[in-house]
């Protein structure tokens, strides 16, 4: 009966070692995306700030480009 106590609790410790390596992958994932996503907003940012081009092709293949005309001085809104 020994050995089905300790086979059960290797295999509960095993369970709770992939549960918690899953959760470890899944946050370093989350944490490259919104890294990601950041280091887009920053440099979006600075495009809008001075008039410029933003392009960003992403790993996936797809890309987009945002150009903002830089501001006159007449060009006054409000």
């Known amino acids: ?6 086979g059960w609790i290797g295999l509960a410790i ?4 992939s549960t918690v390596l899953a959760l470890w992958i899944r946050l370093r994932w989350r944490v490259r995306q919104e890294q990601a996503r950041g280091e887009t907003l920053v440099t979006l940012a600075a495009a809008l700030a ?5 392009r ?3 790993a996936d293949g ?4 945002l ?3 830089a501001r006159t ?3 006054h809104r409000g």
């Open 1 to 6: 009966m020994d050995s089905v106590t300790w």
């Open 14 to 17: 095993v369970a709770k070692a």
């Open 50 to 54: 001075a008039g410029g081009q933003v």
């Open 56 to 58: 960003d092709r992403r």
């Open 62 to 65: 797809s890309c987009w480009t």
């Open 67 to 69: 150009t903002v005309p």
């Open 73 to 75: 001085g007449g060009d």
